[in-house]
């Protein structure tokens, strides 16, 4: 009686059986390093919402107090733009420590996404005749949704953090314009006379070189 040859399938079947115990210990390091970067992307990016709140607060109470300072009349003094120039830089040093942290979230959120990317494709590294080892032979449960829904949640987790940073670098730009402006005041209130006098210096200069520059006109003969 001729001997009937066994398929491929059926011989990695039995070859894979023997060692279930190993690949199941393979499934779920995979899972368990997946489950890990998953809660680093929700550690980072609360963190980063936490930051930016209270942030947002404490700007919010740096604006309300320059707002009543300089809600008593159309003059200031120069205790006033000075405390308003003090504020305003704070909040601008406020805004360009979270826009460092929501930079430093968003480069977590891409090197733990890096790492999911990795343990996807070592995932998928074990497809054989049968399909995936683990679904198909061993029945155990995809550990990731699939490439689309996979992909969407990759987008998600990484725009939340350039968001923010471009919001904070947005804010600090604005700040500093304001603090210059307030710096521009203080120059004007503490020494007027300095300012028209030099200002007056460089008037008359200009008129003495418009004076004495003869015009230009053809040579004498």
């Known amino acids: 009686m001729p001997k009937v040859p066994i398929p491929d399938c059926v011989t990695h079947l039995v070859e894979f059986s023997r060692h279930k115990d190993l690949y199941v210990k393979i499934y779920e390091s995979i899972?368990?390093?997946?489950?890990?970067?998953?809660?680093?992307?929700?550690?980072?990016?609360q963190w980063a919402i936490i930051l930016?709140?209270?942030?947002?607060?404490?700007?919010?109470?740096?604006?309300?107090?320059?707002?009543?300072?300089?809600?008593?009349?159309?003059?200031?003094?120069?205790?006033?733009?000075?405390?308003?120039?003090?504020?305003?830089?704070?909040?601008?040093?406020?805004?360009?420590?979270?826009?460092?942290?929501?930079?430093?979230?968003g480069r977590g959120v891409d090197a733990a996404q890096n790492q999911l990317s990795y343990l996807k494709d070592h995932y998928?590294?074990?497809?054989?005749?049968?399909?995936?080892l683990f679904e198909n032979t061993f029945h155990l449960p995809r550990p990731f949704g699939d490439s689309k829904d996979h992909s969407s949640g990759n987008e998600a987790a990484i725009a939340f953090p350039k968001t923010l940073v471009w919001i904070w670098s947005s804010l600090a730009v604005i700040q500093f314009v304001f603090l210059v402006w307030f710096l521009s005041l203080l120059l004007l209130k503490s020494y007027p006379d300095v300012l028209r006098q030099t200002s007056g210096t460089v008037s008359s200069q200009i008129?003495?070189?418009?004076?004495?520059?003869?015009?230009?006109?053809?040579?004498?003969?």
């Open 31 to 45: 899972w368990t390093n997946m489950e890990r970067e998953n809660a680093l992307i929700n550690f980072r990016i």
């Open 52 to 105: 930016s709140g209270g942030v947002l607060a404490t700007e919010g109470i740096l604006s309300s107090a320059i707002k009543d300072a300089w809600a008593g009349g159309s003059s200031t003094s120069g205790p006033q733009i000075i405390a308003g120039a003090a504020a305003v830089g704070l909040m601008c040093f406020l805004s360009i420590i979270a826009f460092q942290f929501s930079q430093k979230s």
């Open 124 to 132: 998928l590294s074990f497809n054989n005749d049968l399909g995936n």
């Open 207 to 221: 008129s003495n070189d418009g004076a004495t520059t003869p015009p230009q006109g053809g040579n004498a003969r």
